[in-house]
């Protein structure tokens, strides 16, 4: 299926690499904006690495040997501002995004896998791109809604290949320190899109009740009874997982996740949805996260904590334009909140992931606490602001 | 959608307070007038000469709370004192904490007042601001206001101080007759610090341990006895300009001081079990008072003086480490406090005892000549120490009263 997101703008673009000299005011719109890019196995060549805000378009070619993806993704990475998928070798097909000035990536996913080849992509102020910009009420929260279904389905398709390595090396019975690290960097895409999966009330209890929350006759399954099984060391008395147990649960849990993920890729969100679920996985870090229950066995919270805190941001970044526009006060606190958050996460990064929970000194967590409570209380405000 | 408050009281007296008012947010939860008819006056006004909540006739209800101020930008300082300010006036009024009310805004946001005090009335709510010396650090250029007296506690004999209930940049003393409505206006200010300041510890008190007006009888602490017999009170006027309130020149460094007061405090654990298995007669000569009446053991009634000259057999009357002896202004210059204290009980410990005590609030005018002496003294010789351990402690100064138009503590913006 080929697809591809015409945005707001709408604007079928005729796209002349670097028609710079243009004189015609059509020409001049284009200027610097359309680009080509080359996507090998190994390789995303972008003709540039900056333009006027504006819309721009990009001209992806599939010089690979499998199918690729091409994505204009926010400076944080996650947020998708508009993606080509699906282009097969020697295909080639084009993405047309509405753009406003700020730091961006270009990205190439050859085999639809993993994060994908990132380059920097830088948009500048510009004057006439600000008049591209100027989009109704209505067309920004179609943007927002396009781009947090594009985000979601991301996630999830990430969500899915990393349970399955994940159950792999789990399953192997030999591989449990791969399992133990790759553990926090798989469910990071579960607890980014943890509001959506919760509305699938059947689905979630399946894959991430914690022990605590069984009710009596009730059967574990999901992420965390494989966590205690992995970090049995504060369990008491505790019978380790016969080799089809594991598979039992592996095969549970991947299972469930594929039927999430296929759940998923028909789900549309409203604006409230969208603003909710921001709150939502705030109130998730403010309940389990910052308290070190979540992950009671692995104490790997930070992980979860910096994903749930991804997802409201990716949310909140998505409805920004129209909160700017509604109420430019609360926009501007909001940022500057999460910034704040974000640095006292930051600080508590090691290698590739975080310190344990248990490693956080009292001060530390209550820093968190405060800066959680200090986000929580003004997004509160967001669904209001943003319909 | 708006829904008008209306007051139980409002319900039962009548239509005087219900009529000719015009809107939910005039209305209130009830308004003074409409109280004082009842049982006294039950509102009291937020602003004037002083703060109120120091020589007001003493609530029964406290939840006391010290802030750490987690913005480093002063004029975000600033704008909280203005918020509570206004928060602080509306609640003392029986009116809601916010501009919109618990249940008259949008239904999409989350209300600007909690809500758990609807249909109460004003139950004589008073909140009181402080700063405490960690604030004057050099985060808002405040250093040189520091008043010299405004200093971290010194560490007494007996502290077994949790840091986690001690100190604090800011407090806010809410006392009133109804603990909902105090619970409330301390929950409500700490939601409008979110981002700003962010709770430090809490303390709830449950019944008053002093008398701050010889109106009011005088209350009993946990150990049975009645408390604060020789307190300043709010008619000894001079009493209250020599030992309560900073004068005009007590401190050149702190005029934004003058009119107001520091606040010492301190959570008293009593070990509650083993007190009570101690005979009457001890714990009267610990006390130095009876039990009952509370008159001094040298004879006479609750508010006679003690004679600490009297002999009984070849004793003195009131023994040497008697408390009332060791706290006595005889013994100090003179010195005397106004006690504001409230009986605590947080549950149990881990052994069923009582996690209790005396959350011990004073208001004096210079803590190194009106509490600092005397704790160290009564730290050292008083035979009460035996059944008490100091868990938190902490000293504010508490600004002057704010007039109209002012924020709270103004002057040490000025």
């Known amino acids: ?387 | 959608m708006s829904t008008p408050r209306i007051s139980r009281r409002g319900l039962l007296g009548g239509g005087a307070a219900a009529a000719g008012v015009a809107g939910a947010f005039a209305v209130g939860r009830t308004t003074a007038a409409e109280a004082s008819e009842a049982s006294g006056p039950a509102a009291y006004a937020f602003r004037g000469e002083h703060q109120a909540g120091i020589v007001t006739p003493a609530q029964d209800r406290l939840h006391f709370a010290a802030f750490d101020v987690t913005t480093d930008d002063r004029d975000e300082l600033v704008s909280l004192l203005q918020d509570w300010t206004e928060a602080a006036e509306r609640m003392t009024r029986a009116e809601p904490a916010g501009e919109v009310g618990p249940v008259e805004g949008d239904p999409l946001l989350p209300p600007d007042d909690t809500g758990e005090a609807i249909g109460l009335p004003a139950s004589g709510l008073t909140i009181t601001f402080g700063f405490g010396p960690s604030l004057f650090d050099d985060r808002f250029g405040l250093a040189d206001r520091r008043p010299a007296a405004l200093r971290t506690l010194p560490h007494f004999p007996a502290d077994m101080l949790d840091p986690a209930k001690s100190n604090g940049d800011l407090c806010v003393q809410a006392c009133a007759d109804d603990p909902q409505v105090a619970v409330h206006a301390v929950r409500n200010l700490a939601r409008i610090a979110f981002g700003r300041a962010a709770v430090r510890w809490s303390q709830l008190g449950f019944g008053r341990t002093s008398s701050t007006s010889t109106t009011q009888d005088t209350p009993r602490n946990l150990f049975g006895f009645k408390d604060g017999t020789a307190n300043v009170k709010a008619e000894e006027t001079a009493a209250l300009a020599e030992h309560v309130w900073v004068g005009a020149d007590d401190d050149a460094a702190a005029p934004w001081l003058v009119g107001g007061s520091y606040l010492c405090a301190r959570r008293i654990n009593m070990t509650i079990e083993v007190w009570d298995r101690q005979p009457l007669g001890d714990q009267e000569l610990f006390v130095g008072r009876t039990k009952g009446e509370g008159g001094p053991l040298s004879g006479g009634g609750e508010f006679d003086e003690p004679d600490f000259d009297a002999v009984t057999g070849t004793s003195p009357s009131v023994p040497v480490d008697a408390h009332v002896r060791l706290v006595h202004p005889d013994l100090h210059d003179g010195a005397r406090m106004l006690r504001r204290g409230y009986n605590f009980v947080d549950g149990s410990d881990d052994r069923g005892g009582l996690n209790a005590g005396l959350f011990f609030i004073a208001y004096v005018r210079d803590p190194d000549t009106h509490f600092i002496p005397i704790q160290n003294t009564m730290a050292k010789s008083d035979a009460l120490m035996e059944y008490l351990k100091v868990t938190g402690s902490a000293l504010f100064a508490v600004p002057p009263g704010t007039a109209d138009g002012e924020h709270v503590g103004q002057a040490l913006f000025a």
């Open chain 1, 1 to 387: 299926m080929k697809r591809i997101l015409i945005t707001a703008a709408g604007l079928l673009v005729a796209a002349p690499v670097l028609a710079a000299c243009g004189t015609e005011s059509t020409e001049q719109a284009e200027a610097g904006r359309a680009f080509t890019v080359e996507s090998t196995d190994d390789a995303c060549t972008v003709s540039g690495d900056e333009a006027p805000a504006g819309t721009l378009t990009f001209e992806v070619s599939n010089k690979g040997s499998d199918v690729t993806e091409f994505y204009l993704l926010g400076k944080d990475g996650l947020r998708i501002l508009g993606e080509v998928e699906n282009i097969g070798a020697d295909s080639s097909n084009t993405l047309t995004v509405n753009a406003p000035a700020g730091e961006y990536f270009a990205s190439c996913k050859p085999g639809m896998k993993g994060e994908g080849i990132r380059s920097a992509f830088t948009v500048t102020e510009s004057e006439e791109g600000e008049e591209q910009l100027s989009a109704s009420d209505q067309e920004m929260v179609d943007e927002a809604l396009a781009g947090y279904k594009l985000y979601v389905r991301d996630q999830s398709a990430q969500l899915l290949e990393k349970t399955q390595e994940f159950v792999d090396l789990y399953k192997a019975g030999d591989h449990d320190d791969a399992a133990r690290v790759l553990y926090p960097v798989a469910r990071t895409h579960w607890e980014r899109i943890e509001t959506v999966a919760e509305s699938f009330g059947d689905l979630d209890p399946k894959m991430d009740l914690r022990e605590a929350d069984l009710e009596p006759g009730q059967e574990w399954t999901g992420w965390h009874k494989i966590e205690k099984d992995l970090w049995p060391a504060d369990a008491v008395k505790y019978q380790a997982l016969t080799p089809e147990e594991r598979a039992f649960y592996a095969d549970d849990l991947l299972a469930n996740t594929e039927t999430l993920d296929e759940k998923i890729q028909d789900l549309d969100y409203t604006i409230d949805q969208l603003a909710n679920g921001s709150r939502g996985l705030l109130e998730e870090v403010a309940v389990g996260k910052v308290t070190g229950e979540e992950e009671f066995w692995s104490h790997t919270d930070l992980w979860d904590f910096q994903a749930n805190v991804d997802g409201a941001r990716v949310a909140f970044d998505g409805v920004k334009p129209i909160v700017e526009k509604n109420d430019p006060e609360l926009a501007e606190t909001l940022t500057t909140r999460f910034d704040e958050l974000q640095t006292l996460l930051d600080a508590q990064r090691e290698g590739d992931g975080f310190k344990l929970y248990t490693d956080l000194t009292p001060e530390e967590v209550k820093g968190l606490s405060n800066a959680v409570d200090a986000l929580a209380e003004p997004l509160g405000s967001l669904t209001a602001a943003v319909v």
